[in-house]
């Protein structure tokens, strides 16, 4: 082999030597101060207009994308010789349209939903074995999938206080006697910062809470 070649060879083993080093590194310093999971998603507080009593709605105008202020009289509800006006729930903005004007409707059918886009918020799983690490006021950086060239900044605001298989529909049974040990997981809620308009409620969201 010649010298050159000898020389070319070692150079590439230190090079891959210095990638590994500096990898493992990074993952280290990645997992000793942050907790990371992609299993989170954009929320907002929903609210839902109803109907107050049987009858033909009337005036009815709402449409996807409406920004409703909380009180706001957005139609009327026509039943023999009285009248019933239908107003809004809460501040937000109808993300759905149920409805139609003149349409016949029953009490308690939902005619349209609304969310606060102005307080939005990510919702995120975190394994039992890293709660230790993180608590209430930690700093997040947040990416949401519709929005991936941006990192938000975000707030811990409140840590769940059951794991989310409580709330199972289904929840596992061990009828058999055998037990498998799986790493349960609770919700937490994080705050965003000024997110843009490519933000929507439910889009994929990845979330790294500091721990430092």
């Given at each position: 082999?010649?010298?050159?070649?000898?020389?070319?060879?070692?150079?590439?083993?230190?090079?891959?030597?210095?990638?590994?080093?500096?990898?493992?590194?990074?993952?280290?310093?990645?997992?000793?101060?942050?907790?990371?999971?992609?299993?989170?998603?954009?929320?907002?507080?929903?609210?839902?207009?109803?109907?107050?009593?049987?009858?033909?709605?009337?005036?009815?105008?709402?449409?996807?994308?409406?920004?409703?202020?909380?009180?706001?009289?957005?139609?009327?509800?026509?039943?023999?010789?009285?009248?019933?006006?239908?107003?809004?729930?809460?501040?937000g903005t109808?993300?759905?349209?149920?409805?139609?004007?003149?349409q016949m409707?029953?009490?308690?059918?939902?005619?349209?939903?609304?969310i606060d886009?102005?307080?939005?918020?990510?919702?995120?799983?975190?394994?039992?074995?890293?709660?230790?690490?993180?608590?209430?006021?930690?700093?997040?950086?947040?990416?949401?999938?519709?929005?991936?060239?941006?990192?938000?900044?975000?707030?811990?605001?409140?840590?769940?206080?059951?794991?989310?298989?409580?709330?199972?529909?289904?929840?596992?049974?061990?009828?058999?006697?055998?037990?498998?040990?799986?790493?349960?997981?609770?919700?937490?809620?994080?705050?965003?910062?000024?997110?843009?308009?490519?933000?929507?409620?439910?889009?994929?969201?990845?979330?790294?809470?500091?721990?430092?």
């Open positions: 082999m010649s010298k050159g070649r000898l020389i070319l060879i070692n150079i590439i083993g230190i090079i891959i030597i210095f990638a590994l080093v500096a990898g493992g590194g990074y993952y280290y310093y990645q997992s000793a101060n942050y907790v990371n999971t992609d299993e989170a998603k954009v929320a907002g507080d929903m609210t839902t207009i109803v109907a107050p009593n049987a009858g033909k709605l009337t005036d009815w105008g709402v449409k996807e994308g409406d920004q409703l202020n909380k009180d706001a009289n957005v139609g009327k509800i026509s039943g023999g010789e009285t009248s019933m006006n239908i107003t809004a729930s809460a501040d109808v993300v759905k349209e149920q409805a139609n004007d003149n409707v029953q009490p308690g059918q939902v005619l349209a939903q609304t886009m102005n307080n939005l918020y990510i919702t995120a799983n975190i394994e039992e074995t890293d709660l230790q690490d993180i608590e209430e006021g930690d700093s997040v950086d947040i990416t949401v999938d519709g929005d991936p060239d941006t990192i938000y900044e975000g707030t811990l605001e409140n840590i769940g206080y059951a794991t989310n298989s409580m709330f199972s529909l289904m929840p596992q049974q061990n009828a058999s006697g055998n037990y498998t040990k799986v790493t349960q997981k609770v919700s937490v809620k994080v705050s965003i910062k000024a997110p843009s308009d490519k933000v929507l409620p439910g889009m994929n969201a990845e979330v790294k809470i500091s721990t430092k």
